[in-house]
C-alpha cells in the first residue's frame, strides 16, 4: 500500500512525491535528519529530536523550513494518516535547490530549504530481542563533525556492507585505538556493573537515546563512566550493547568474533531496554 508523505507543504501519495536534481541533498549531501520511532501510536523522546534538529542546522547555518509547532503536526499527521502503531517517522531537511549547481550556499532568502518526511511501519519493533547481535570492528574515517546528524551516510552504508560481509550485523568504529560508535547507533559496554560509554565530543552523534538510556541508568542506580575503550576492552567486558531510536537497546554478542561474556544478552542492557520502553511510552506524546 502506498504511503502518504510529506514535501515542501503537501501531503502525497510516496510515488507523486518529487524532488529536485538541483536539491542540495541529492548533489552534496548537504542536509540534516532525525529519525523519531512511534511506539503504540505515539512519538517517542520527541523533544530530544526536536532539540538536536535545530543545533544540527544552527551548525549548518541552515534554515529552519517550519515553525516547531508546525514540524510536530506534520509528525502526528503522518502517523495518523499511514495507521503507524510501532516504526518511526523519517524527516530530511536540505539547503533546497538553488538554480544550479554551485558549491557556494544559495541565498536563503532566493533558495528555502526542503522539507521531506515519511513514516516507515515497523510491527514488532518494541519486541524483546531473543538473541543480541554480533559486530566487527572498523577504522573510522567519517569527517570531524559527526555530533551534526548529516545525511552524509555513505561510510555508515559502507560500514554495514563490510559488517553483512563478515556474518555480522554491524560494525563498531574505531579511532586512535578506542571506539567511537557504531554506524548508526552509540556503543557501551558493561563491567563489574558499570556502564561505559564514550564521552560526547565532535567525534560521535549525541544520542537521544543515550542520553535516555544514561538518566535511568543513573536513576536506578547503576553507575556510569564517559570514557572512551579499546575492541579489546570491549571483548573482555561481561556485556556490550548499543542504544539507537529504531532498536531502543539492543544487546551485543559478539565483537571481531570474541564471544561476550556467555554469549547471551546480558542482563544490564535488558534492564535498560525494559525500563527505557516503559518509560518512553508513558512520556511519548
Ligand atoms: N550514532 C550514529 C552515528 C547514528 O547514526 C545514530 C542514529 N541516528 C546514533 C548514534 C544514535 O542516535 P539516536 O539515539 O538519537 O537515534
Do not use: C
Not at 35 to 57: F, I, N, Q
Not at 141 to 161: A, E, F, H, N
Not at 247 to 268: M, R, Y
Request: glycine share 8%; net charge negative; proline share 4%.
Amino acid at each position: 500500500m502506498s504511503r502518504t508523505v510529506y514535501v515542501n507543504g503537501e501531503y502525497l501519495p510516496e510515488e507523486d512525491a518529487k524532488i529536485s536534481i538541483f536539491d542540495r541533498g541529492f548533489l552534496m549531501a548537504d542536509g540534516v535528519y532525525e529519525v523519531t520511532s512511534v511506539l503504540e501510536g505515539k512519538l517517542v523522546d520527541y523533544e530530544g529530536h526536536k532539540v538536536r534538529l535545530a543545533r544540527s542546522l544552527s551548525e549548518l547555518d541552515m534554515a529552519m523550513p517550519a515553525t516547531e509547532d508546525e514540524i510536530l503536526e506534520i509528525h502526528r499527521e503522518l502517523v495518523r494518516l499511514n495507521d503507524v502503531v510501532e516504526g518511526g517517522v523519517y524527516l530530511q531537511i536540505t539547503r533546497g535547490a538553488p538554480a544550479d549547481r554551485d558549491f557556494a550556499f544559495p541565498d536563503p532568502d532566493v533558495t528555502p530549504s526542503s522539507l521531506v518526511m515519511f513514516t516507515q511501519s515497523k510491527p514488532g519493533l518494541a519486541a524483546t530481542p531473543s538473541e543480541g547481535i554480533k559486530v566487527i570492528s572498523i577504522p573510522d574515517v567519517r569527517w570531524g563533525r559527526r555530533d551534526i546528524k548529516t545525511v552524509q551516510l555513505l561510510y555508515p552504508s559502507m560500514g554495514k556492507m563490510m559488517a553483512k560481509a563478515a556474518g555480522a550485523a554491524d560494525a563498531w568504529m574505531v579511532e586512535d585505538g578506542l571506539v567511537t560508535e557504531g554506524t548508526s547507533n552509540n556503543a557501551y559496554i558493561v563491567k563489574g556493573r558499570k556502564i561505559i560509554t564514550r564521552e560526547l565530543s565532535n567525534d560521535i552523534l549525541s544520542g537521544i537515546t543515550r542520553a535516555a538510556v544514561l538518566r535511568f541508568a543513573k536513576e536506578a542506580q547503576m553507575e556510569v563512566e564517559e570514557r572512551g575503550f579499546s575492541i579489546e576492552e570491549a571483548q573482555d567486558a561481561d556485556e556490550a550493547f548499543v542504544t539507537s531510536a529504531t532498536t531502543f537497546v539492543l544487546p551485543v554478542v559478539s565483537i571481531d568474533d570474541a564471544q561476550i561474556g556467555d554469549g547471551k544478552p546480558g542482563e544490564v542492557a535488558l534492564r535498560l531496554r525494559e525500563i527505557y520502553l516503559e518509560e518512553s511510552l508513558k512520556a511519548g506524546i
